[in-house]
């Protein structure tokens, strides 16, 4: 746990997403424990743990927090463990694989423009990396194998200042060797494209931080005939967000795999118009020599991917959001029995739109800050990691990526934590 630093991360970052299943992969570690080589391999110990990470003396988490990398992004239900698995047993060309799962996404994505196509990626990390090389190589093998020297391409992407100082992935921009030009106002747009401008690139979370909207820097894009990008890797729930940024004229968009959508970790998706992905496509793994050829993403992963995105888009939101309603309403129920604590709840505009309960103590009937709270719950048995609130007198949670039963332990050690702190 000492590598998790809860406050350097802040609440915005916290994606959105979906409900939960208590299925862990440790399903996929057991069954190939069992043999190796045709022989019966030893299990290293305790092979009927109910926790792989218990064997590895590593802390597992209760998680109040949101969809953090940090901790795991987020849980796979069984049926996305259970095609990853399936997908484990054969070797399959992953450039094939790659172009039917990606059309398999595509399809279920009502909606989408009809000269758009997605491809799955090493995260949303890796769709922006592959996605900012493909708009400046084409499928040009020459090009590709020349990044990140961009000798004979163009090499200025436009981000919006507020946007560029707050975001955490401006080095997978950079990293295909172009330079960021900042702007502020429409007119700094039109001043700053010219012949070298490969890219206009916009961050969805930190729409409301820029004084150019997200329509209108797509409108932009438009009108002086550039590609534009959105990262949107937290940005679902709601679903209709998945199509809902190309169907507003973005060329291409980023997603993350292992936040909401409960796919793989390591998996993501790049969304947009079909020469770009295919682009895209051809700078990362598998094929090399490529700036991408680290990003790979496994058969498994690739397999996994378009499996979560079919269980997701067939949930019923209404059900799942009536959930995470529910399991806040039982813990505040018990927390309001506590004399001096209070709860409020409410959904944050984007990124972690979901239910989201403020629980708040009287500082005069409690001797404990926020800092005080998050260690506490944090460094319990077991470890329950909750939102950091900026007042010193409070802390908030959301509920969507607890397991089944994770809402009573939450209940339980927040009032262990009041009666342990009462002035
Ligand atoms: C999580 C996140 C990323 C990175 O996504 P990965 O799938 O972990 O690579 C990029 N941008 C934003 C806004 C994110 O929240």
Not at 108 to 121: F, K, S
Not at 126 to 148: D, F, H, K, W, Y
Not at 239 to 246: G, S, W
Request: hydrophobic share 40%; net charge neutral.
């Amino acid at each position: 746990m000492g590598t998790v630093n809860q406050r350097t991360r802040r609440n915005f970052l916290v994606g959105a997403g979906a409900s939960i299943v208590a299925l862990l992969p440790e399903k996929l570690f057991a069954a190939r424990a069992v043999r190796s080589g045709g022989r019966l391999a030893k299990a290293p110990s305790a092979p009927n743990t109910a926790n792989i990470y218990d064997e590895l003396g590593v802390t597992t988490i209760i998680n109040g927090w949101g969809t953090i990398t940090l901790i795991g992004g987020s849980l796979m239900p069984p049926e996305v463990v259970a095609a990853m698995e399936a997908a484990s047993k054969h070797y399959v060309s992953i450039p094939d694989l790659l172009e039917a799962t990606g059309d398999r996404i595509a399809k279920m994505l009502e909606g989408l423009p009809p000269d758009h196509m997605a491809t799955v990626t090493s995260g949303a990390a890796g769709a922006i990396m592959c996605g900012v090389s493909g708009v400046l190589t084409g499928e040009n093998q020459e090009l590709i194998q020349r990044l990140p020297d961009l000798t004979g391409m163009k090499s200025d992407v436009i981000f919006q200042k507020a946007h560029h100082e707050a975001y955490g992935y401006n080095q997978q921009i950079l990293a295909s060797g172009v330079k960021i030009i900042e702007v502020e106002y429409p007119e700094d747009v039109r001043r700053a494209v010219n012949g070298r401008t490969a890219l206009l690139y916009f961050a969805n979370y930190l729409n409301a931080a820029g004084r150019i909207k997200v329509d209108a820097w797509a409108k932009l894009a438009k009108e002086l005939g550039v590609p534009c990008f959105n990262d949107c890797a937290a940005d679902t729930p709601p679903i209709a967000h998945l199509t809902a940024y190309n169907k507003m004229g973005y060329d291409l968009v980023a997603w993350s795999g292992g936040k909401a959508i409960r796919g793989p970790q390591c998996a993501g998706m790049l969304i947009g118009r079909k020469d770009l992905v295919r682009a895209a496509r051809l700078n990362a793994a598998p094929f090399d020599p490529t700036l991408g050829r680290g990003m790979k993403v496994g058969k498994e992963e690739i397999v996994g991917m378009w499996k979560a995105v079919e269980v997701y888009l067939r949930q019923d939101s209404k059900t799942e959001t009536d959930d995470w309603w529910d399991r806040l309403e039982y813990i505040s129920k018990q927390l309001r029995k506590v004399q001096g604590v209070t709860t409020a709840f409410y959904v944050p505009p984007i990124a972690n739109h979901v239910p989201t309960m403020r629980i708040e103590w009287d500082p005069r009937q409690f001797s404990l800050t926020t800092d005080q709270a998050l260690d506490f719950l944090k460094n319990g048995k077991p470890s329950v990691l909750l939102q950091e609130e900026n007042d010193g007198v409070s802390l908030a949670m959301n509920s969507f990526m607890l397991r089944p039963g994770d809402d009573r332990i939450v209940a339980s050690r927040l009032k262990q934590m009041f009666q342990a702190h009462r002035a």
